[in-house]
């Protein structure tokens, strides 16, 4: 049982490049969470999803898009990366069952020179 | 910012006492949670304490709510050096399944 996939692990990107963070979860969970860690700022939600083909705003969405084509599948895309955004993005899930804690991938560290 | 705030920032104490952080939220509240960080890796739930609670205990953790003053603590008794970590609080607002964390509080526990 894998729980939740990010891939890539790392990444370097240089400015006005653009790249795709992916998010697998093999839970059959509902909802899905993209979060970015800067230091000192904890966690800040991104986008969220509540299930297959929704998506909708978290705290800081400005620059980053996602997608959830499929319901293990939870895609953060940056169309043109900026410095602002080298931090290191989380993913998570969650079932909509009574248990509700988020499961959390291992983060992928982004610098974007 | 929604985002909730935890005390200490940072906490250093010897092994076998105890850890007390804090919690504040902005928002009305269906539950929340504490989670663990080791090293920058993925967070790990540890205890989730709803809206209508307030007290839970897990093991040597424990976790009061006081949804009036919208604060939360969590308590480690009798801590080890593995409990060095970050720990954050994360609150599910009511009526949506947004999960808005915390800043942190930074552990370290000497051996």
């Known amino acids: 049982n894998a729980g939740v996939t990010q891939t890539p692990k790392f990444r370097v990107l240089k400015t006005g490049q653009s790249m795709t963070l992916l998010c697998a979860q093999d839970?059959?969970?509902?909802?899905m969470y993209w979060y970015r860690q800067d230091p000192g700022m904890g966690l800040r939600l991104i986008h969220y999803s509540v299930g297959e083909g929704t998506t909708a705003k978290g705290e800081v969405p400005d620059g980053y898009n996602v997608s959830r084509l499929k319901k293990q599948n939870f895609l953060l895309g940056l169309e043109s990366a900026a410095p602002s955004q080298t931090s290191v993005y989380f993913c998570a899930s969650s079932s909509s069952d009574l248990i509700e804690k988020l499961f959390f991938g291992s983060g992928t560290q982004l610098s974007v020179l | 910012s929604q985002q909730g705030e935890e005390d200490p920032q940072a906490l250093s104490i010897q092994e076998g006492e105890n850890a007390t952080m804090n919690c504040s939220y902005k928002?009305?509240?269906?539950?929340l949670q504490w989670y663990r960080q080791n090293s920058g890796r993925g967070l790990v739930h540890l205890i989730l304490?709803?809206?209508?609670?307030r007290e839970k205990h897990s093991g040597r953790l424990r976790v009061t709510l006081d949804t009036s003053k919208k604060s939360s603590s969590l308590l480690i008794t009798a801590s080890r050096a593995a409990d060095t970590a970050s720990y954050f609080c994360a609150t599910r607002d009511s009526g949506t399944y947004k999960y808005i964390f915390g800043t942190g509080t930074r552990l370290k526990v000497l051996a």
């Open positions: 304490i709803r809206s209508n609670e």
């Open positions: 928002t009305s509240i269906n539950n």
């Open positions: 839970m059959n969970h509902e909802y």
